[in-house]
T-cell receptor, first 110, second 110 residues
Framework: KNEVEQSPQNLTAQEGEFITINCSYS?????LHWLQQHPGGGIVSLFM???GKKKHGRLIATINIQEKHSSLHITASHPRDSAVYIC????????????FGKGTRLHILP | DAGITQSPRHKVTETGTPVTLRCHQT?????MYWYRQDPGHGLRLIHY???????DKGEVSDGYSVSRSKTEDFLLTLESATSSQTSVYFC?????????FGEGSRLTVL
């Protein structure tokens, strides 16, 4: 079993829909990261969080440390949001170790 | 944006030749990482560094070596490239928690 699991693996939605991507992890963490990768593109850090909730524009990330679960929400989705979203965790007491989920491929239809 | 650059961005080489990829940062961050990204595998750690001359192996280190003689540069070397090392290589840096990625180096080994 992977230490970081994302769901769904693939998601297709219509423009304007509210999107939720989930991430569950099984290790103790010091931080959780949400990353975005457009097709053929580089990897961009969207959020780093260790508790609560963060918002940036139409993107919202939440984390529940007790349940070892995080969600990434996109409001009013747009075709330019089409990308792979990757959840990653920095393992507690292991500054070197970052564990990546396999990513969620999001496709927003116009 | 964090100052992290990779070179070369694209390279085609032949089996058995040595290849060196360079990651350069201007952020003075302690941690630097080399990952490879392949379809179906996500990001896999090759090697990482936690300081000048301090490096350690990741999960897919066979066939790769690294060096870090200066804080700003982390070199990844394929001593004798093989077709299985055809991949996209990403460098990452980590400062006070947040992750920053280079734009990737696409390597093709014929």
């Amino acid at each position: 079993k992977n230490e970081v699991e994302q769901s769904p693996q693939n998601l297709t939605a219509q423009e304007g829909e509210f999107i939720t991507i989930n991430c569950s992890y099984s290790v103790g963490i010091s931080a959780l990261h949400w990353l975005q990768q457009h097709p053929g593109g580089g990897i961009v850090s969207l959020f780093m969080l260790s508790s609560g909730k963060k918002k940036h524009g139409r993107l919202i990330a939440t984390i529940n440390i007790q349940e070892k679960h995080s969600s990434l929400h996109i409001t009013a989705s747009h075709p330019r949001d089409s990308a792979v979203y990757i959840c990653a965790v920095s393992q507690m007491n292991r500054d070197d170790k970052i564990i990546f989920g396999k990513g969620t491929r999001l496709h927003i239809l116009p | 944006d964090a100052g992290i650059t990779q070179s070369p961005r694209h390279k085609v080489t032949e089996t058995g030749t040595p290849v060196t990829l360079r990651c350069h940062q201007t952020e003075n961050h302690r941690y630097m990482y080399w990952y490879r990204q392949d379809p179906g595998h996500g990001l896999r750690l090759i090697h990482y560094s936690y300081g000048v001359k301090d490096t350690d192996k990741g999960e897919v280190s066979d066939g790769y070596s690294v060096s870090r003689s200066k804080t700003e540069d982390f070199l990844l070397t394929l001593e004798s490239a093989t077709s299985s090392q055809t991949s996209v290589y990403f460098c990452a840096i980590r400062g006070t928690g947040e992750l920053f990625f280079g734009e990737g180096s696409r390597l093709t080994v014929l």
